[in-house]
């Protein structure tokens, strides 16, 4: 995609935008692994312009982790936010265009997404923080007994 193409695609509503998404685990061949698989299934399902691969580096003594650096072309921010939802990303730069507008039940939408991805992932950790106290009560009998 030319950059002539890119501005055209802008004017008629898309978003240019620089992500960079982190990828922590181990062992170091794992995420580079990962970012490997990452990089190609993003490629596969939305517009890349450029991306750039980090090497992981040694974070922790168990950890490393790297950075996928990606420009891309949204059509619209309902893609966009859907990415966002996706992969988590570390962080997000709209180079173009300067001011985005959208109409009010488009963006309803998106803000009901985001509400209903809140609730799940608090659904999550409710469940977590739960499973964490019965099993700190387990280990507290446990160690009582010996």
Known sequence: ???????????????????????????????KNIIDVKSKEIAEHFEVIHTELGE?????????????EIEMLFPDISTLMGFIFDYMPSSIEIIEPEEITEDTHN???ILNDLAVRLHQHSEVIIRLKAMNALLNKKVKKVEKKD
């Open 1 to 31: 995609m030319d950059n002539e193409e890119i501005k055209e695609r802008i004017k008629r509503g898309a978003i240019r935008a620089k992500i960079i998404v982190e990828i922590v685990g181990s062992p170091e061949e794992y995420v």
């Open 56 to 68: 992981p580096k040694k974070i922790s003594e168990k950890f490393h982790s790297a950075f996928m």
């Open 107 to 109: 963006f309803s939408d």
